[in-house]
């Protein structure tokens, strides 16, 4: 199933107080706990509150998050500038797992942001497309909740080496987890190989790390796999950790 951000109940939600104090306690326990464990621990405690975000590189949360929460919601930051590939595995994912996928929509459209920044500013700006198309969307979404997953891991960038299972997200004010942070692209295959999960095609054809279509290249054989995002430019992140 699929929905909107703007068609989601918007639901009870504890304090930051509580939710700090639920850290505060699970977090030595669930340091060296496996994805499972983790995402057990976070369907037990937040129920309908949690949100699992996923770029649609490939199924693997969605895959581990359904498992532990039938009926899960799945995050996806819809730009409106994706390959049709990913959303295709987007809709694949609705069809074959039991998960209700919620596209987080920007506020504008991208002629209605051509219209009012000028065209192409993924190329002339990228960090204000990323804060309109992604961060702000993303946010709006993440305030109905009181906690999020994540598919970072630490060995996808320097940036990314100390990311910690669970955390307090200042930005967006709820509880961050990160089940597959100790994993690595082995444990990654593995996963996928043991358990059929569903793959975006573009994976296969070169692209190991997939965003929108403008600001996502095939890198060069044997290249950091990120250094396809935003090549040619400074930026490495689009915002959304940190
Ligand atoms: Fe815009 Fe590129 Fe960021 Fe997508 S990845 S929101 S197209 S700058």
């Given at each position: 199933?699929?929905a909107?951000?703007?068609?989601?109940?918007?639901?009870?939600?504890?304090?930051?107080?509580?939710?700090?104090a639920l850290?505060?306690?699970?977090?030595?326990?669930?340091?060296e706990?496996?994805?499972q464990?983790?995402?057990?621990?976070?369907?037990?405690?937040?129920?309908?509150?949690?949100?699992?975000a996923?770029?649609?590189?490939?199924?693997?949360?969605?895959?581990?998050a359904?498992?532990?929460q039938?009926?899960?919601?799945i995050?996806f930051l819809?730009?409106?500038?994706?390959f049709?590939?990913?959303?295709?595995?987007?809709?694949?994912?609705?069809?074959?797992?039991?998960i209700?996928v919620?596209?987080?929509?920007?506020?504008?459209t991208?002629?209605?942001?051509?219209?009012a920044?000028?065209?192409?500013?993924?190329?002339r700006?990228?960090n204000?497309c990323?804060?309109?198309?992604k961060?702000?969307?993303?946010?709006?979404?993440?305030?109905?909740?009181e906690?999020?997953?994540t598919?970072?891991?630490?060995?996808?960038?320097?940036?990314?080496?100390?990311?910690p299972?669970?955390?307090?997200?200042?930005?967006?004010g709820?509880?961050?987890?990160?089940?597959?942070?100790?994993?690595?692209?082995?444990?990654?295959d593995?996963?996928?190989?043991?358990?059929?999960?569903?793959?975006?095609?573009l994976?296969?054809?070169?692209?190991?790390?997939?965003?929108?279509?403008?600001?996502?290249?095939?890198?060069?054989?044997?290249?950091?796999?990120?250094?396809?995002?935003?090549?040619?430019?400074?930026?490495?992140?689009?915002?959304?950790?940190?």
């Amino acid at each position: 199933m699929t929905a909107d951000s703007t068609t989601t109940d918007i639901g009870t939600r504890r304090g930051d107080d509580q939710l700090r104090a639920l850290i505060e306690d699970a977090a030595p326990r669930l340091a060296e706990a496996s994805a499972q464990d983790i995402l057990q621990w976070a369907a037990e405690n937040f129920g309908d509150e949690l949100i699992v975000a996923s770029n649609m590189q490939d199924a693997v949360l969605v895959d581990l998050a359904a498992r532990a929460q039938p009926g899960v919601d799945i995050l996806f930051l819809e730009t409106g500038y994706h390959f049709a590939e990913t959303i295709g595995t987007r809709d694949a994912a609705a069809q074959i797992y039991d998960i209700n996928v919620v596209n987080a929509l920007p506020e504008q459209t991208v002629a209605e942001q051509d219209a009012a920044e000028g065209p192409q500013l993924h190329d002339r700006d990228p960090n204000r497309c990323c804060f309109l198309r992604k961060v702000l969307p993303l946010r709006n979404t993440l305030a109905r909740y009181e906690a999020w997953v994540t598919g970072v891991r630490r060995v996808e960038a320097p940036t990314r080496a100390n990311t910690p299972v669970l955390t307090w997200d200042d930005r967006n004010g709820l509880v961050k987890i990160n089940p597959l942070a100790a994993w690595s692209d082995e444990d990654m295959d593995n996963y996928i190989a043991e358990h059929g999960v569903l793959v975006n095609p573009l994976v296969p054809a070169g692209y190991p790390s997939i965003g929108c279509q403008p600001c996502t290249h095939k890198p060069a054989p044997g290249a950091d796999p990120r250094s396809g995002r935003w090549a040619g430019t400074s930026k490495t992140e689009c915002g959304l950790h940190g």
